[in-house]
């Protein structure tokens, strides 16, 4: 028998959180992302014993960021009302926003459609987010980012699953690219959570073809070229796993990206999570969940969202129990995200 659903939930917001946690502190800190040394000997400090002062205990805590203040607004929407409603997200996110006294991070134009949402008392929840860089809507990766509730809230009903993550991104991201950014990244912890991570290992070009197939369903071909952009970025993943030895970084982010675009992060992460699932020069670990965000944060670029994006994958597939007991210690909020993982599995098994 396989990884249980409940721990596949909980390792899925866990993976996201610690990715958020662990990522930020790289965020757009080196062109080139962080020296294999630095990151390696980061995940040791995690991995190893507590650190011990002399008087008392003390584990430094991460902070996590806009990515987790937004995912915790969703999953808690989702438990308190077990539907959908985009007006109590839309608060959610206006209330966190103006009253966490964190610096959280928040994408650079998002705070406009807070701004708008608070004067307007998010009468209209989906309306400032439509207005966003002259109307064409946010292409950033806001929406993926924080997603990862949708695919457990709606587990088990494919059809609403889409409908749900295009709406909750439709509060804050209109703009085709960022909604499908959004969507595929729900797919791909989907796909997670229904696989068995014991006995064979994943089939790594299936998952891509998996994703391929379901994308096509929902991408528009591009007006101008004809082309759907997230169909040539998993076409593009594909490639890259097949390359004998695995691909360079630089290939990676030259290509996949490590910015805020959801075009050139989401695909990023599930590549990421696809990568791990071998060895990866340089990364000093057996083990796959470590492997996926250290992977991902050592791209450089958006580390936090890409790395929480992967860690979402790679705990929905893997379960709670592959992720280090031992990170716990270190990111605010395990026990809480932990708990709306519990609420969301009680709702997707009534
Ligand atoms: O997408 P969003 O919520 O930002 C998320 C990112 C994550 O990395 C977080 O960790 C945090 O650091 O921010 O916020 P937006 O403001 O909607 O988008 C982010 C940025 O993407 C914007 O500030 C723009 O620079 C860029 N961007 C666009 N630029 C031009 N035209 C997004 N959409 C457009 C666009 O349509
Ligand atoms: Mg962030
Ligand atoms: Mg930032
Ligand atoms: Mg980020």
Same mark, same amino acid.
């Given at each position: 028998?396989?990884?249980?659903?409940?721990?596949? @939930?909980?390792?899925?917001?866990?993976?996201?959180?610690?990715?958020?946690?662990?990522?930020?502190?790289?965020? @757009?800190?080196?062109?080139?992302?962080?020296?294999?040394?630095?990151?390696?000997?980061?995940?040791?400090?995690?991995?190893?014993?507590?650190?011990?002062?002399?008087?008392?205990?003390?584990?430094?805590? +991460?902070?996590?960021?806009?990515?987790?203040?937004?995912?915790?607004?969703?999953?808690?929407?989702?438990?308190?009302?077990?539907?959908?409603?985009?007006?109590?997200?839309?608060?959610?996110?206006?209330?966190?926003?103006?009253?966490?006294?964190?610096?959280?991070? +928040?994408?650079?134009?998002?705070?406009?459609?807070?701004?708008?949402?608070?004067?307007?008392?998010?009468?209209?929840?989906?309306?400032?987010?439509?207005?966003?860089?002259?109307?064409?809507?946010? +292409?950033?990766?806001?929406?993926?980012?924080?997603?990862?509730?949708?695919?457990?809230?709606?587990?088990? %009903?494919?059809?609403?699953?889409?409908?749900?993550?295009?709406?909750?991104?439709?509060?804050?991201?209109?703009?085709?690219?960022?909604?499908?950014?959004?969507?595929?990244?729900?797919?791909?912890?989907?796909?997670? =959570?229904? =696989?068995?991570?014991?006995?064979?290992?994943?089939?790594?070009?299936?998952?891509? %073809?998996?994703?391929?197939?379901?994308?096509?369903?929902?991408?528009?071909?591009?007006?101008?070229?004809?082309?759907?952009?997230?169909?040539?970025?998993?076409?593009?993943?594909?490639?890259?796993?097949?390359?004998?030895?695995?691909?360079?970084?630089?290939?990676?982010?030259?290509?996949?990206?490590?910015?805020?675009?959801?075009?050139?992060?989401?695909?990023?992460?599930? +590549?990421?999570? =696809?990568?791990?699932?071998?060895?990866?020069?340089?990364?000093?670990?057996?083990?796959?969940?470590?492997?996926?965000?250290?992977?991902?944060?050592?791209?450089?670029?958006?580390? %936090?969202?890409?790395?929480?994006?992967?860690?979402?994958?790679?705990?929905?597939?893997?379960?709670?129990?592959?992720?280090?007991?031992?990170?716990?210690?270190?990111?605010?909020?395990?026990?809480?995200?932990?708990?709306?993982?519990?609420? =969301?599995?009680?709702?997707?098994?009534?």
């Amino acid at each position: 028998s396989g990884v249980s659903l409940i721990s596949k @939930f909980r390792g899925c917001l866990a993976g996201a959180l610690f990715g958020d946690c662990f990522g930020a502190p790289f965020e @757009f800190e080196d062109e080139n992302g962080p020296s294999p040394v630095v990151l390696n000997k980061f995940f040791a400090k995690l991995e190893g014993p507590p650190f011990k002062s002399k008087c008392h205990f003390y584990a430094p805590k +991460y902070a996590y960021t806009d990515d987790t203040a937004m995912t915790k607004c969703i999953a808690q929407s989702f438990v308190d009302r077990a539907s959908l409603d985009e007006r109590d997200i839309a608060k959610r996110f206006v209330t966190d926003f103006y009253t966490d006294t964190t610096e959280r991070g +928040y994408g650079g134009h998002v705070t406009e459609v807070f701004r708008k949402l608070r004067d307007q008392q998010c009468a209209d929840p989906m309306k400032p987010a439509s207005e966003q860089f002259n109307g064409t809507g946010s +292409y950033g990766n806001g929406g993926a980012m924080r997603v990862s509730p949708v695919p457990l809230f709606c587990f088990g %009903d494919y059809n609403r699953m889409i409908h749900v993550a295009k709406r909750v991104t439709q509060i804050t991201h209109t703009h085709p690219l960022g909604i499908n950014g959004a969507i595929l990244q729900c797919l791909a912890i989907h796909q997670g =959570l229904t =696989l068995d991570p014991r006995g064979e290992p994943l089939d790594v070009q299936k998952f891509a %073809d998996e994703l391929i197939t379901k994308m096509e369903a929902i991408e528009e071909p591009d007006q101008i070229d004809g082309r759907r952009p997230y169909n040539t970025q998993l076409q593009l993943i594909k490639k890259l796993l097949a390359k004998e030895g695995g691909a360079s970084a630089h290939q990676v982010q030259e290509s996949l990206g490590t910015s805020v675009d959801a075009l050139f992060s989401v695909p990023t992460a599930i +590549y990421s999570f =696809l990568r791990a699932q071998k060895p990866i020069p340089d990364i000093e670990t057996d083990n796959k969940f470590r492997r996926t965000i250290h992977y991902a944060i050592s791209l450089g670029g958006d580390t %936090d969202t890409i790395a929480s994006m992967a860690g979402a994958i790679a705990g929905a597939y893997f379960g709670e129990e592959e992720i280090n007991d031992s990170y716990k210690m270190y990111c605010e909020y395990v026990e809480e995200i932990l708990e709306l993982a519990n609420g =969301l599995h009680k709702i997707a098994k009534e």
